[in-house]
């Protein structure tokens, strides 16, 4: 039956693939599109993949494969997640054109789909220097010491847990230095359902190094 074959994380994809793309016909009809350009998350890019109604680029962020290969967010190699790592990689079979702000990630693509790497193309996440400046306005006041800043969600596909790890032995040879970490906290931790942000307040506060940060 549908419902045993497709579970829920499949049944999303599925419903909002459809959904979405029914209202990009619905305006494309309207006003046509000269270009789609969508992530590869969870193969949102599958029907103008596949149907050619328009040029695809599809921009990689994390493929649902990487997740399912590391186990990040308790993903594991069950039908409904390789479902959606199957949708991901026909989108990105047929799309025009596919991007990855990294060489690490496009390479990873590359052999998990035996696609060649050379068109991959590398475009870096852009940044704005006349907001993001050494001379700009300084929203976090100096105090004297070396800031080490991570912004970013608190999971381990972002490498927190590695910085972290990191705090202690920096600390330990580097007096004048303080670590400031901003980001939304996640339940993954540990390939599980615990929280990461209480992961790192635990190690940190173990190693005597909580008050650093």
Known sequence: PYTTLFRSHSRYVLHTTSALWYKFFEVHQQKPFDVVDTPELL???LVPAITKAVPLLIRLYTPHSKFIAEGLHNADAAFDHQFIAMLERVAMRYADVITSPSEDLADFVANDMNYPREQIHIVRNPIDPEVFA????VAIAPDGRKTVL????LEERKGV???????PMIAKRYSNVRFIIIGDDTIYASGGKTSMLALIKESLQASGCLPLV
Do not use: H, M, S
């Not at 050494?134 to 306005?137: A, K, T, V, W, Y």
């Open 134 to 137: 050494p001379e700009g306005d």
């Open 150 to 153: 991570f912004v970013g969600r």
């Open 161 to 167: 847990r590695y910085l972290a790890e990191a705090i």
């Open 43 to 45: 193969a949102e890019g």
